[in-house]
């Protein structure tokens, strides 16, 4: 994940009648290389709100049972939310056999929750298959060392199992045995948006502007799917290592470990304890626990902004000042002069894009980021007017653009990491 922070996944069952502020944060430094620094923040808790849960439960024979709750059928924007989780149950020894035995060379990346490898299944049956035969899948085994663990895992089970979007990764199945937790996702060969943007590789080229749309509206159209069912779902951890690419780069949201279900009824927002990522959380929910809707606009506005400039939400390369990209560049760009907003967007595109948009498109894309990264709720657009607004952009005639000085990224802006990142994105 590069130089962001996570906040660490806390038992949301327990609740507690101190209010945030009172409670000090703590901080714990990951060693791995592409981890992050990892922190909590208590807060208040509803407890569970998810609309189908997954319960596990020991039988008298000592096996572990899962059984999913059926949740209310929706169906909205070529998607689907199921009454119940369709997936495939798989044992360890099969998973570890499609792995070869989870070696090394399988590996395709390493996060918060643990290590992704490399499998294969039988496209049909999905059932696995020897290495190298059938269907390429990811699948994520939770370290026991992991400080996310058995809840973040029952999220994922609980909403992506029952979620059937073109834009949000597919779960194919699941293992839990013992004290093993194992997730079987659909491969995305192209990995994550992060690895893209901020990866410097011989084998990854530069996103071009066009992809960069076609990405943008892919992930509004994921995150527009959740919010427009019934009872809608907060996704809480939008970014750009969280948006992976499948062969023609359209994107799919992944990872549902801290999804929650949004507030009902007349009620704006929901209360529960602080976590997701430093430099993409909205204001309002890092300050309060108070998690909106529109709490997801704010972080998808964060990665529109990594995604026209090329730098990172977050990097502590940067000069002081410029550690946080949404503090350093929105008091820049908040300007009433379109003139001077115009002019002062030249600056901040990244150059891997120069001669492939028309001014007044960039210009229309820092005004709609800007309106995401609004710090009021209730002030940023709906993410189907962010839609609209993206596809708008898309039909604007490309001009081939003048090269002009890079003042903003000549200032310390280190955006291009060198960092190893994961090839399948699915490491958090």
Sequence with gaps: MGNCSSFHVVDESKNTSQPVHEINTTKTIASQSGSSTLFSTPGTSRGNSNGGVLSVSSSSAGQSQISVVAASDAVSLDGEILPAANLKEYSFNELK????????????????????????????????????????????????????????????????????????VK?????????????????MPKGSLENHLFRRSTITEALSWDVRLKIAIGAARGLTFLHSSEKKIIYRDFKASNILLDGNYNAKISDFGLAKQGPSGEKTH?????????GYAAPEYVATGHLYVKSDVYGFGVVLLEMLTGLRALDTRRPSEQLSLVDWLKPQLSHKST???KSKTKTIMDVRMEGQYSSKAALVAVQLTLRCLASEPRNRPSMSEVVEVLEQIQTMQRVPQVSTPRSTHSSGGQGHSHHQLSHNGFGR
């Design 171 to 187: 779960l194919l199945g699941y293992c839990y045995e013992e004290q093993e937790l194992l997730l079987v996702y659909e491969f």
């Design 339 to 341: 003139r001077y907003l």
């Design 270 to 278: 929901v209360s529960t304890r602080i976590m997701g990522t430093y």
């Design 97 to 168: 056999r499609t792995t070869n035995n989870f070696k090394s060379d399988m590996v395709l990346g390493i996060g918060g929750f643990g290590t992704v490898y490399k499998g294969w299944v039988d496209e049909n049956t999905l059932a696995p298959s020897k290495i190298g035969s059938g269907m390429v899948v990811a699948i994520k085994k939770l370290n026991p060392d992991s400080v996310q663990g058995l809840a973040e895992w029952q999220s994922e089970v609980n909403f992506l199992g029952k979620l059937s979007h073109p834009n949000l």
